[in-house]
């Protein structure tokens, strides 16, 4: 790793000026998750007076476990969902805001608010709209013949989470394909409008292939936000319910170990979870970040 | 626009207003929940325009809170947030550009190793190690207090590298000069590189204060006494009491009045808002 050509000598200062993060790390951050590996391979009896070391037990255990498999599979749908649905109307909102001129500052500044809502406040918002006894949104679907109720529901209770996720990510992917747009050189544009080339076609042969560094980075961060900060969403609307059918891999961490004070299985959840988040920071920095010079 | 096309012009501010009106509609729903008195949620939809009930619904919340719900007046809430992200947002911010002119301009033993330790941040994300965090919390006797709140959030790679970018930017010359006439490594950071860095942390201190304000499992975990409760976990309490409907108006006043502030900051700092997401993020 570089540093300046230059330096400047001194034999403790680096280290009290690295001390502050250094200790806030190992303190809150490295103890603690050593803590989770540790106790991901122990067992406490009922009482809490013994634990007992039993190797890899907590994790077959929860790798056997339905349960945990199905918050692995709804955390996928939930994924997917949340991802194309967001991405995908952020691409058509930035493709038509790269098309205006005079009016690009203003609609830019209506569309990237959303950002500064909080996953809960964003859980909230959409429980209210679609609440099934006096929601607006259940009123009109009833117009179609549709009973939503997703308290009992577990489908609809999956689209009203992967909605309020999606809404909330839609400023953030709308600014990073704007900025992508941008960067694309106009005179490429222009030329295959000389050829004849229409504005479908410019997008899908020219558009939308330079943006693919910019639309895979974002794929990447929007997994991880939809693995990792839609725990506020999840909780503000529905819990994990019905009968686990939004319960996603962090929030069940969360109501095995906080809720259910099962510390054993709760912790090896934890570390696979940070296995996954290894992985994707891993793919991030391997394929992104190739093009940024750290 | 490399040709004129009005049919696809009209298209275009059509679908425009049509995305700005669906990321605007349940914020607008909400405002006007939160002016109606309480009777207009007991039966049929929720109502479309605004009530007249506004004042009181907000000076309540803001005065005294929910006692049913147990929740302090918002307005402390919304300090306790205030607090909450401003001590992070400035924490980071203060140990990231330490770190970073450490890394940058000194070598020593264990950089590479200091390096590292501060990179693996990135991959703990409160989320994933919130039970034994909260045990450390609880340990060194930080629950309820702003230390236990912000602490465990303040560590932050992407600052760090944010600030090594920045500087690993700057000319050597500019060290160097600094060195022959004299100065110090802590008056050449005081007085040279602070001043340069003052856009990047502006930039950083608007994403970070989001960051911080956001945060809703972790204040959930740590505060237990109301007068620590942050304004978004509020919320959640005050939808929480068993057995009955939440009371709308207060409920979304109370949202109302959690998304104002940081939503203020994006838009009146946009150019900043921008720059710091991107930068923090590549």
Known sequence: MQTKRSIFHNRWLPYALLAPQLAI????????????????????????????????????????????????GRTAVFSVSVTVLSMGLALLLAVCVDRVLRTRRLYTTLLVWPYAVAPVVAGVLWW????????????????????????????????????????????????????????IPASLTEAASIDGAGPAKRFWTILFPLLSPTTFFLLLINVNYVMFETFGVIDATTSGGPNQATMTLVYKVYTDGVAG???????AQSVLLMGIVILLTFIQFRYVERRVNY | MVENRPFLDILTHLVLIAGVLLVAFPVYIAFVASTHEPS???????????????????????????????????????????????????????????????????????RMLAFWVIFITLMLPVEVRIIPTYAVVANLGM?????????????????????????????????????????????????????????????????MFIFGWVQYLWPLLVTTQEHFYTIVMGIKRLMAISDREPEWNLVMATVVLAMLPPVLVVLFMQRLFVKGLVETEK
């Open chain 1, 25 to 72: 790390t190992i303190v809150f951050f490295i103890w603690p998750a050593s803590q989770a590996v540790k106790s991901s391979f122990e067992r406490e009896d009922p009482f809490g007076f013994r634990t007992s070391f039993v190797w890899f037990e907590n994790y077959t255990r929860i790798l056997a476990d339905p349960s945990y498999l199905n918050a692995l």
């Open chain 1, 128 to 183: 209210f709209l679609f609440n099934p006894t006096i929601g607006l949104l259940p009123y009109i679907l009833d117009g179609f013949g549709i009973d939503w109720n997703h308290r009992v529901n577990g489908t609809q209770a999956m689209i009203l989470v992967t909605i309020a996720a999606a809404w909330k990510q839609i400023s953030y992917n709308f600014l990073f394909f704007l900025a992508g747009l941008q960067s």
């Open chain 1, 261 to 267: 004070l099962n510390i054993g299985s709760s912790s």
């Open chain 2, 40 to 110: 207009a949620f007991v039966r049929g939809v929720i109502p479309l325009l605004p009530g007249d009930n506004m004042v009181e619904s907000y000076a309540r919340m803001l005065g005294s809170g929910h006692q049913v719900a147990g929740t302090p007046p918002v307005w402390l809430m919304l300090a306790n947030s205030f607090w909450m992200a401003v001590i992070i947002a400035v924490g980071k911010i203060a140990i990231s550009i330490t770190s970073a002119f450490a890394i940058v301009y000194f070598r020593f033993p264990f």
């Open chain 2, 143 to 207: 629950l309820n207090s702003h230390a236990g709140l912000t602490l465990p959030l303040i560590a932050s790679a992407t600052a760090t590298f944010l600030f090594r970018q920045f500087f690993m930017t700057l000319p050597d010359e500019l060290m160097e000069a600094a060195r022959v006439d004299g100065a110090g490594p802590l008056k050449f950071f005081r007085d040279i590189l602070l001043p340069l860095s003052i856009t990047n942390i502006a930039a950083l201190f608007v994403i």
